[in-house]
C-alpha cells in the first residue's frame, strides 16, 4: 500500500503547484510619453525635447540631455539637464527604470546680476495602456495577483539664492478610473524609498501605467561678486526603478488536490506512527 500512495501523492502534488504556477505577463497596446527641458534667462530662451526611442510595439524608450551657457553682462549660467525612461516587457517580468537630473552654476568675472532664470525638466510616461496575456491555453478572465517591487531615490541641493526649487516623482496603475497602486514623492530631503504595491487582475483586461519624473530651480535678482570659482546652485536628481510581476491564483480544484494529498499524507504518517 505504501509504494503505492507516494506516485499518487507525488502525481497530486505536482498538479497541484503546476496549476498555481501558470505564468501571465504585461504587453504593450499603446502609449504616450514625453520628456525635455525648458529654460529662460533675462529674456533668452532655450528648449530641448528628448527623443523616443520605442518601437512599433514592446519596449518604451525616452532619452535626452542638453548643456546651456547663458551670457550675461559679466558673467554667464552654465545649466543642463539628463533624462531618460525606459519600460521594458518579457513573459518573466515588465521592468521599469527612470532617472533626471539638473545642474545650474554662475561664473561672475565682475559684478553679476541676474534679474530672472528658470529652469525646468521633465520625464513622463502620460499613459502606457497594458494587457494581461496569460500563457497558451489560460482563458481570458483567470484570475492574477500583480504586484510592483522597486526603489525611488532623490537627491536634493539648493543653493540659498535659489527660489522655486523643487523635485518630485511618482507612479501609478490604474482601470479606468480606479486607482489600483500608486506611489508620489515630493522630495524635500535627500534619501531613499521601497516602492511596492500588489492587486489582484485577470487575464485579457487592459490597465493603464503611468510614471513621471520632474524638476526645476530659479533665480531672481541674484546678485554675485567677482570670483575665480564658479558659484554652484542647483544639483538635483532624482531615480525610479522596478518590476511587474504576475502570478496566476490557483483555482479551487488546485487546493482541492493539494488537501486531498496532504490528507494522504497524513494518514500515511498514522499507519506508520501505529505500526
Given at each position: 500500500m505504501k509504494n503505492q500512495l507516494k506516485p499518487l501523492l507525488g502525481a497530486l502534488l505536482l498538479v497541484g503547484l503546476c496549476s498555481g504556477a501558470q505564468a501571465a505577463y504585461f504587453d504593450r497596446v499603446d502609449y504616450v510619453a514625453?520628456?525635455?527641458y525648458s529654460a529662460a534667462t533675462d529674456g533668452t530662451s532655450a528648449n530641448s525635447p528628448a527623443?523616443?526611442?520605442?518601437?512599433?510595439?514592446?519596449?518604451?524608450?525616452?532619452?535626452?540631455?542638453?548643456?546651456?551657457?547663458?551670457p550675461l553682462t559679466n558673467g554667464s549660467l552654465a545649466h543642463s539637464y539628463a533624462g531618460d525612461a525606459f519600460l521594458s516587457f518579457s513573459t518573466a517580468s515588465t521592468d521599469l527604470w527612470m532617472t533626471l537630473n539638473q545642474?545650474?552654476?554662475?561664473?561672475?568675472?565682475?559684478?553679476?546680476?541676474?534679474?530672472?532664470?528658470?529652469?525646468?525638466?521633465?520625464?513622463?510616461?502620460?499613459?502606457?495602456?497594458?494587457?494581461?496575456v496569460g500563457e497558451a491555453g489560460e482563458a481570458n478572465g483567470s484570475a492574477v495577483n500583480v504586484s510592483f517591487l522597486g526603489n525611488a531615490s532623490g537627491l536634493l541641493d539648493f543653493?540659498?539664492?535659489?527660489?522655486?526649487?523643487?523635485?518630485?516623482?511618482g507612479l501609478s496603475v490604474?482601470?479606468?478610473?480606479?486607482?489600483?497602486?500608486e506611489y508620489l514623492w515630493d522630495v524635500q530631503q535627500a534619501g531613499n524609498q521601497a516602492v511596492n504595491f500588489s492587486f489582484a487582475g485577470n487575464v485579457g483586461e487592459e490597465l493603464t501605467f503611468s510614471s513621471?519624473?520632474?524638476?526645476?530651480?530659479?533665480?531672481?535678482n541674484a546678485s554675485f561678486a567677482q570670483s575665480t570659482l564658479p558659484y554652484e546652485l542647483v544639483n538635483t536628481g532624482a531615480s525610479l526603478n522596478g518590476s511587474f510581476t504576475i502570478a496566476a491564483v490557483p483555482e479551487?480544484?488546485?487546493?482541492?488536490m493539494l488537501l486531498a494529498g496532504l490528507?494522504?499524507?497524513?494518514?500515511?504518517?498514522?499507519?506508520?506512527?501505529?505500526r
Open positions: 514625453s520628456a525635455g527623443m523616443d526611442l520605442s518601437g512599433t510595439s514592446g519596449d518604451v524608450s525616452l532619452f535626452g540631455a542638453a548643456v546651456y551657457n547663458s545642474s545650474l552654476s554662475a561664473t561672475s568675472g565682475g559684478a553679476l546680476s541676474v534679474g530672472n532664470h528658470q529652469q525646468d525638466a521633465f520625464v513622463d510616461l502620460s499613459a502606457v495602456k497594458l494587457k494581461i543653493n540659498s539664492m535659489v527660489s522655486d526649487g523643487y523635485l518630485g516623482l490604474s482601470r479606468g478610473n480606479t486607482v489600483l497602486g513621471y519624473m520632474l524638476t526645476g530651480a530659479g533665480l531672481k479551487p480544484e488546485t487546493y482541492a490528507g494522504l499524507m497524513g494518514a500515511v504518517a498514522r499507519r506508520r506512527k501505529a
